[in-house]
């Protein structure tokens, strides 16, 4: 007896059940924004941005010389 097949989200067919997943990903999203302030907004990018140049620097630590903010 052949075992049933399991279909993921990753598979074709399953945009239907995608677009309701963004959809409660951006509702989230417009809230979060929405409960903070100027300031405490601008404090969550910069916490974001400094972890965007860690990761880079942690991808590139196999480059030579040494460690830079390609920032500067």
Not at 2 to 18: M, Q, V
Not at 31 to 50: K, P, V, Y
Request: aromatic share 8%; charged share 30%.
């Amino acid at each position: 007896m052949p075992s049933p097949t399991r279909k993921t989200l990753l598979e074709p067919g399953h945009e239907a059940e995608w677009a309701l997943i963004n959809e409660e990903d951006d509702r989230q999203e417009a809230e979060f924004a929405q409960s903070l302030s100027i300031s405490e907004r601008l404090e969550f990018g910069q916490q974001l941005c400094d972890q965007a140049f860690e990761f880079y620097n942690a991808v590139h630590a196999h480059d030579r010389g040494p460690k830079r903010d390609p920032r500067a």
